[in-house]
């Protein structure tokens, strides 16, 4: 598996064990994180990450069907390794692919439980996590797979925000990932002086656009053109999209 973490008859086989109950599923989920976060060919190989996700739904059922696959413990652990992995090889879209997968499954566990303890953890991690990405954004400026999994983010929150979350976590989800704060934060970016301007920022924005009501548009379209006209020239955009 260091060798080659994509080799499908071996991670088959790892998998035929585990059934068996001749490998624990811990173990292979340890084994898993090790090669993520220090090997560099294996942090961005998508069938490794394939496996990882398979092993975190044997883990969860194994013993309860109907047990769910993230406590806010998992989450926060899995979130980090998913960080350390896009740290080591750079713009890795797998390891941004797992992170949607975790957001999306967080999210449907939270649309099931009912309000509490257990629910505000959960919620908490997954806004800690939303605003840690976000500020990730900020600092990995060529980093387009981030940008595009928080915007598409966009609909695990729509749906917290018609769930049984506390009022002060659904007013936090609301007012900080819409699409209207989301175009506002990829605006910000593109400020004058604020940091040297990448094309993922202004795909950030055009991202967004295609989120927004109609009525919204030619708003963010205005904003756009006002911080830098001459940058926003070579992005045609009807205002009609």
Same mark, same amino acid.
Request: glycine letters at 2%; one cysteine or more; a neutral charge.
């Given at each position: 598996?260091?060798?080659?973490?994509?080799?499908?008859? &071996?991670?088959? &086989?790892?998998?035929?064990?585990?059934?068996?109950?001749?490998?624990?599923?811990?173990?292979?989920?340890?084994?898993?994180?090790?090669?993520?976060?220090?090997?560099?060919?294996?942090?961005?190989?998508?069938?490794?990450?394939?496996?990882?996700?398979?092993?975190?739904?044997?883990?969860?059922?194994?013993?309860?069907?109907?047990?769910?696959?993230?406590?806010?413990?998992?989450? *926060?652990?899995?979130?980090?390794?998913?960080?350390?992995?896009?740290?080591?090889?750079?713009?890795?879209?797998?390891?941004?692919?797992?992170?949607?997968?975790?957001?999306?499954?967080?999210?449907?566990?939270?649309?099931?439980?009912?309000?509490?303890?257990?629910?505000?953890?959960?919620?908490?991690?997954?806004?800690?996590?939303?605003? &840690?990405?976000?500020?990730?954004?900020?600092?990995?400026?060529?980093?387009?797979?981030?940008?595009?999994?928080?915007?598409?983010?966009? *609909?695990?929150?729509?749906?917290?925000?018609?769930?049984?979350?506390?009022?002060?976590?659904?007013?936090?989800?609301?007012?900080?990932?819409?699409?209207?704060?989301?175009?506002?934060?990829?605006?910000?970016?593109?400020?004058?002086?604020?940091?040297?301007?990448?094309?993922?920022?202004?795909?950030?924005?055009?991202?967004?656009?295609?989120?927004?009501?109609?009525?919204?548009?030619?708003?963010?379209?205005?904003?756009?053109?006002?911080?830098?006209?001459?940058?926003?020239?070579?992005?045609?955009?009807?205002?009609?999209?």
């Amino acid at each position: 598996m260091i060798v080659n973490p994509a080799h499908h008859t &071996a991670l088959n &086989a790892r998998k035929r064990l585990i059934q068996d109950g001749h490998l624990p599923v811990d173990r292979e989920l340890r084994l898993v994180e090790l090669l993520v976060r220090a090997v560099k060919h294996c942090a961005k190989e998508s069938v490794l990450w394939a496996h990882r996700r398979w092993c975190l739904n044997h883990c969860a059922t194994r013993n309860d069907p109907s047990r769910q696959i993230f406590s806010a413990t998992t989450a *926060c652990e899995e979130f980090s390794l998913i960080r350390q992995a896009c740290t080591i090889y750079p713009r890795n879209y797998h390891g941004w692919t797992h992170w949607r997968y975790t957001l999306d499954t967080c999210s449907s566990i939270l649309c099931s439980l009912p309000e509490g303890d257990a629910s505000d953890q959960l919620a908490s991690v997954v806004l800690q996590e939303l605003r &840690a990405l976000r500020e990730w954004i900020n600092t990995h400026t060529t980093d387009y797979s981030a940008i595009h999994h928080i915007v598409q983010s966009s *609909c695990a929150v729509d749906r917290l925000l018609s769930s049984s979350i506390n009022p002060s976590a659904r007013r936090d989800f609301e007012f900080e990932f819409s699409p209207e704060s989301l175009g506002h934060h990829a605006l910000a970016l593109l400020s004058p002086g604020e940091r040297l301007r990448s094309e993922a920022y202004y795909l950030y924005v055009r991202t967004v656009l295609a989120l927004l009501p109609p009525d919204k548009k030619p708003d963010l379209m205005n904003e756009l053109i006002k911080v830098d006209r001459a940058s926003f020239s070579h992005i045609r955009m009807p205002l009609s999209m």
